[in-house]
């Protein structure tokens, strides 16, 4: 039973109530409301012209015939086309699109038509974005409400890195993740292509890379270049990310002299940090490197270059004693030193291809140039240490997808906050902004968007809406929204949800598994890795898989208990009556599948604390009622079959005032 | 709320309860099962090989670890790969795939391996798809149910018309049609690809055909290869039609001289039946006809060619003095006769060029020779006199899809039923099979896949399986599996309903919108278009266009009222007081979105009939409460915004018991 009007839950409606993520930095009501209809068929371009232009219009006609269902096509309607948007871009962007260039836009819409005016490409592919979320249904028909828009970004660097080493994602996944980014003004696609697990990418110079790396799975040249395309047709910059001198094994499967001991290497099937990494001792080693990075650089047009370093254990530098002796006598202390010696070396070679280098915290070392940037996974105090040091930064630390945190939990990390909070007025602008990181140890094709999506909106919001924008409940409805708006671009996070709780129920009724599945979140953090041994062949296929990292169901009952007026509580009641009776749906079907047997017991506890939640709304309780009903919380929020029952908390707070 | 245990509702559970459609041959149940798990990486190729084979065993690797989740790429397991499915083919199959060739084959699993041999690559496409169906996920785990199969079709043309002309489908929607077709073993793509409201395909010879009669939305010829390739893969042939003399305005917009009056011609953008037709007494007309036809007969290689026929008012034919002249002076009376004069001039071309013409019964006249294949809309008995004149035939007539009948529907009928019943044993090896036809004026690519899907499966068992293979209550259990199965392979008929529904909505809740969905139908046969003007810029996002031709939750609710007992009474009643109180949670949605206000009133009537229902639970009623109810109950079928609430029957059912 889905809740009876979820929009209760919404925040008071403000005159204008946008949908908008990330909101703008400015935005005045107007009056009226655009109309879209089938009349609305053409998007007329004014001003600077270029075929990327041409494109986004008939995109942006196609979205929105996707989004209303309302067949457009540019010229042929019955009617005379009208022309309610009329486009003026100013001048052209970069031929390779840079850090700081330009992304602001100026939108105005009233009832008679809407203008969007930008200063290059870049700002009309934004506002368009815009444009597209602002049309909603209402009882008059799908339109635009009247505004005048005017936005620009907080922060010029706003990312998603995508390992795609781990497990490998097609081209396809790749294109459909831009798309996605687009939607909400992302502009930098990190492309994560080697690991331990994989080499992703055909080197035509070292094509054993590919060959003895990547079990077949990597990207050609040609879809490199593909991708790189199209993602500037969405005005993303594609930056890739060779990990080294460590995450890096895969690269020995076919040239093991690379590495700090002996061959031979197979590609790695566990997760984890393992031992294998380059030999920094070896000439041959920056041979290789100043080959391939040159490969790659020409390959990649933008000016960034990362090459990882990130996680070097060590190890095989203890173990081999030429390094040691190489370390000796180059007067080089300890493997963070020989690490930085390596980096200093890599540098050199990235900047002689003409490119800057970027790299996780561990590139940063006393003597390096000021022109790198460094990517922290640590935390904002490190970037606040490499902008004191002249060194710009991004943030990551608090943006990892993968690690199942809520929307919320991400939203409120800023990359100026925390330990980056004093920094001078100079000092701040070193930090460009942050990207999240979506690792893959539990990501498969199929699970991508729903681990994604819609969370990565929020982040989105964080690195380009103003500071003060930081209302979690208007972010969550809002959420929802540009959720919706997603589904309509071709994004699976719902879709893919249904399908694989589909396949759980084993032919059975789907129902109940959807019951259960609403209310459970996996266990965060590194949880899931500490509670199963995994690896690349470990199938994602159980309820933990399907789970979501942020149940919206939970979101809206416990903000239904947190408010708790009279009316609530039949809606309240309803949704403890169908838990409690959903352990008698389930059971069934949970005996007719094998991936469903370890969540029997996760059931049972749903049942039992819904029980005692009804039991909480029907009177008063006493005390020993009490001491029994939060052993059965203590025990019921202990986590199951990788999953908590995040339902828990508000049941818990139903049980406390019964007292 | 739905529905508690819809397993109930299935047929009592068989030794075997085999998911398989179309139901194979012969099946022997054996003992015990097949694991699928994580070692399942491999398809062992033995006897004849072609890349085909090789493909289509990669394809059903993958396809495996989508339906299953568990990650499979063969040969780079953790643990040598085992090799349970052993496949032996004989020899290979015809250069061009023709109509009579041997689709037979035979599967053996065992709890040990499997093994599928085929005379050609033909059989054992069809056997992997078995294969591929018989995986189910059990309190064991995945698998697959020892047995013996012998399998081959009934009839050797099991087709689908896609009319791609009056609403524009592009290649990825044909393409993803072709994988649903190959999975329930169909053989025949008929692409309808001319007609008054678009021609679209690249002709070199005539290129105004395209470009004039498109609006741009046609294949390239490079897309027609691939697609014909693709469907090679598959073991579908592509046969392509081109409409004529009748449902051809778009050729007449290139080239009016074509046609029986005088131009300028546009595109048709309504629907119906319209005058211009081809002229017949012009020897220009076969000159470009046979150029024509010679470059769409060197395109496509198949051994047929289709032109159509159809539905020719002659009305251009009446008014044009000259033809009406051309006609006295050769002796042809009256329009049939001249059409068939033009039709036998068309067939000679199409000989000429190596090519068996295909046309819809009005190609069929006295004289007409007998290697032509009539495509009957009119039905068997049309099918039954083209045989007996020794004309051979397949079906259409009961297989629209368009017409928004049930699944049973379209079961019930037979191409050798009714009117061709009493053929003899030759005259019966004329009716080579049938085609499911799906037009297009209320198709677009986002509601393709929900008109076609899943009730095309139910038409291709028809096709395929023995004749006696009639169960209805079976067939629907089994629909409901391959239901499944078609979303994993990509079809997307389960989620753009969902989709729908959430534009409806409003950003409202998408549950009280779904409980109306789930229980109307639209307006059957061609109703909609007697009810609205429809024309090709319509939008196409109401909830008639969402509902679906053959409701499954009316399906289950009315199969418990049958049965009726009491066990089945508390969900009856849960049903009814859900579809009762809808009313209450619908209407603030319906109040907010444009495109449910039509909806309004069929939300009152399906909550009176369900409180009528209801009441009829509680207790015996008298005779004045039952001539109330009936009126009520007539009251609420009648058609509102197109749709018809069929859950209607059964809660009249009800009521009458409730005397």
């Not at 005159?15 to 993520?21: E, R, S, T, V």
């Not at 890096?248 to 040239?255: E, H, I, L, N, S």
């Not at 959720?483 to 671009?489: I, P």
């Given at each position: 039973?889905m809740?009876k009007?979820?929009i209760?839950l919404?925040?008071p409606l403000a005159?204008?109530?946008?949908?908008?993520?990330p909101?703008p930095a400015k935005l005045q009501p107007?009056?009226?409301?655009l109309?879209?209809?089938r009349n609305?068929?053409?998007?007329?371009?004014?001003?600077?012209?270029?075929?990327?232009l041409?494109?986004?219009a008939?995109?942006?006609?196609?979205?929105?015939?996707?989004?209303?269902?309302?067949?457009?096509?540019?010229?042929?309607?019955?009617?005379?086309?009208e022309?309610?948007?009329i486009?003026?871009c100013d001048?052209?962007?970069a031929?390779?699109?840079?850090v700081q260039?330009d992304?602001?836009?100026?939108l105005?819409v009233?009832?008679?038509g809407?203008?969007l005016?930008?200063?290059n490409p870049?700002?009309v592919?934004?506002g368009?974005?815009?444009f597209?979320?602002l049309?909603?249904?209402?009882a008059?028909?799908?339109?635009?409400p009247a505004?005048?828009?005017?936005d620009?970004?907080?922060f010029?660097?706003?990312?998603?890195?995508?390992?795609?080493?781990r497990?490998?994602i097609?081209?396809?996944?790749?294109k459909?993740?831009l798309d996605?980014?687009a939607?909400?003004k992302?502009?930098?696609?990190?492309?994560?292509?080697?690991?331990?697990?994989g080499f992703?990418?055909e080197?035509?110079?070292?094509p054993?890379?590919q060959e003895?790396g990547s079990?077949g799975?990597y990207?050609?040249?040609?879809?490199?270049?593909?991708?790189?395309?199209y993602?500037?047709?969405?005005?993303i910059?594609?930056?890739?990310e060779f990990d080294?001198?460590?995450h890096?094994?895969?690269?020995?499967?076919?040239?093991p002299?690379l590495a700090?001991a002996?061959?031979?290497?197979?590609?790695?099937r566990?997760?984890?940090?393992f031992d294998?990494?380059?030999?920094p001792?070896?000439?041959e080693?920056?041979?290789f490197?100043?080959?391939?990075i040159?490969e790659m650089?020409a390959?990649?047009?933008d000016e960034?270059?990362?090459i990882?370093?990130?996680?070097?254990?060590?190890k095989?530098w203890?173990?081999?004693?030429?390094?040691q002796?190489?370390m000796?006598?180059?007067?080089?202390k300890g493997?963070?030193?020989?690490?930085?010696?390596?980096?200093?070396?890599?540098?050199?070679?990235?900047?002689k291809h003409?490119?800057?280098?970027i790299?996780?915290?561990?590139?940063?070392?006393k003597?390096?140039p000021?022109?790198?940037?460094?990517?922290s996974?640590?935390?904002?105090k490190?970037l606040?240490d490499?902008a004191?040091?002249?060194?710009?930064?991004?943030?990551?630390n608090?943006?990892y997808?993968?690690l199942?945190?809520?929307?919320?939990?991400h939203?409120?990390?800023d990359?100026?906050g925390e330990?980056?909070a004093?920094?001078s007025?100079?000092q701040r602008?070193?930090?460009?902004?942050g990207?999240?990181?979506?690792w893959?140890e539990?990501?498969?094709?199929?699970?991508?968007?729903t681990r994604v999506?819609?969370?990565?909106a929020?982040i989105?919001?964080?690195?380009?809406?103003?500071?003060?924008?930081?209302?979690?409940?208007?972010?969550?409805r809002r959420l929802?929204?540009?959720?919706?708006?997603?589904?309509?671009?071709?994004?699976?996070?719902?879709s893919?949800?249904?399908?694989m709780?589909m396949r759980?129920?084993?032919?059975?009724?789907?129902a109940?598994?959807?019951?259960?599945?609403d209310?459970?979140?996996p266990?965060?953090d590194?949880a899931?890795e500490?509670?199963?041994?995994?690896d690349?062949?470990?199938?994602l296929?159980?309820?933990?898989?399907?789970a979501?990292?942020?149940?919206?169901?939970v979101?809206?009952f416990?903000a239904l208990?947190?408010?708790?007026?009279?009316e609530?509580?039949p809606?309240?009641?309803?949704w403890?009556t169908?838990?409690?009776?959903n352990?008698?749906?389930l059971?069934p079907?949970i005996?007719n599948?094998?991936?469903l047997?370890?969540d029997?017991?996760?059931?049972?506890?749903?049942?039992?604390i819904?029980e005692?939640?009804?039991?909480?709304?029907?009177?008063?309780?006493d005390?020993?009622?009490?001491?029994?009903?939060?052993?059965l919380?203590?025990?019921?929020k202990?986590?199951r079959?990788?999953?908590l029952?995040?339902?828990?908390?508000?049941?818990?707070k139903?049980v406390e005032?019964?007292r």
């Open positions: 039973m809740p009007a979820p209760l919404m925040a005159l204008f109530a946008h949908d908008l993520m909101v107007g009056a009226g409301r109309r879209i209809d609305f068929a053409f998007v007329q371009l004014t001003g600077y012209r270029e075929p990327r041409e494109a986004a008939a995109r942006l006609v196609e979205q929105v015939a996707r989004k209303t269902g309302i067949p457009m096509a540019p010229g042929i309607g019955l009617h005379a086309p022309a309610p948007l486009v003026y001048h052209a962007s031929p390779v699109q840079t260039e992304e602001s836009y100026r105005t009233t009832p008679l809407a203008r005016d930008a200063p870049l700002g592919l934004r368009m974005q815009t597209l979320q049309i909603d249904l209402d008059s028909g799908f339109g635009v505004a005048t828009i005017e620009h970004p907080r010029p660097w706003r990312g998603l890195m995508l390992d795609v080493a497990h490998w097609p081209l396809e996944d790749v459909r993740t996605g980014m939607a909400v992302l502009n930098v696609f990190h492309w994560h292509l080697s690991e331990n697990q992703r990418i080197s035509k110079r070292y054993k890379l003895m079990d799975q990207y050609t040249q040609d879809q490199v270049r593909e991708a790189i395309a993602a500037r047709e969405l005005g910059r594609v930056i890739p080294m001198p460590g890096a094994t895969a690269w020995f499967v076919g040239y002299e700090s002996p061959g031979p290497y197979q590609i790695e566990q997760w984890g940090i294998p990494a380059m030999d001792s070896r000439e080693t920056y041979q490197l100043d080959a391939f040159g650089a390959l990649f047009p960034y270059f990362h990882g370093g990130d996680e070097v254990n060590g095989q203890d173990a081999n004693p030429r390094i002796e190489f000796r006598a180059q007067g080089i493997n963070e030193e020989l690490q930085a010696y390596f980096t200093r070396r890599v540098q050199a070679i990235v900047e003409g490119k800057k280098m790299g996780w915290d561990e590139i940063l070392s003597d390096m000021h022109n790198i940037l460094v990517q996974w640590r935390g904002q490190a606040a490499a004191r040091q002249g060194v710009g930064g991004i943030l990551s608090g943006y997808l993968d199942g945190y809520s929307a919320a939990h939203y409120a990390v990359p100026l330990g980056a004093n920094l007025a100079e602008q070193r930090v460009l902004g990207e999240a990181c979506m893959s539990f990501v498969t094709p199929e699970l991508l968007d999506w819609p969370r990565m929020a989105a919001e964080r690195f380009w809406s103003p500071q003060n924008v930081t209302d979690v409940a208007d972010m969550y929802s929204a540009v959720s919706r708006d997603l589904e309509w671009l071709g994004m699976t996070h719902v893919e949800y249904e399908k709780l759980l129920a084993a032919g059975g009724p789907v109940p598994v959807r019951a259960l599945a209310v459970v979140e266990v965060k590194y899931r500490e509670a199963h041994p995994y690349r062949f470990t199938p296929n159980r309820l933990v898989d399907a979501r990292p942020d149940s919206e169901t979101r809206r416990t208990v947190d408010r708790m007026g009279t609530d509580l809606q309240i009641r309803e403890l169908l838990w409690r009776d352990q008698a749906r059971a079907v005996a599948s094998a991936l047997a370890e029997a017991e996760l059931s049972k506890e749903l049942s039992a819904a005692a939640g009804l039991q909480a709304l029907d009177r008063k309780q005390a020993a009622w009490i001491v029994e009903k939060r052993a919380l203590d025990h019921a202990q986590p079959a990788e999953l029952l995040s339902v828990e908390p508000a049941i818990r139903l005032a019964a």
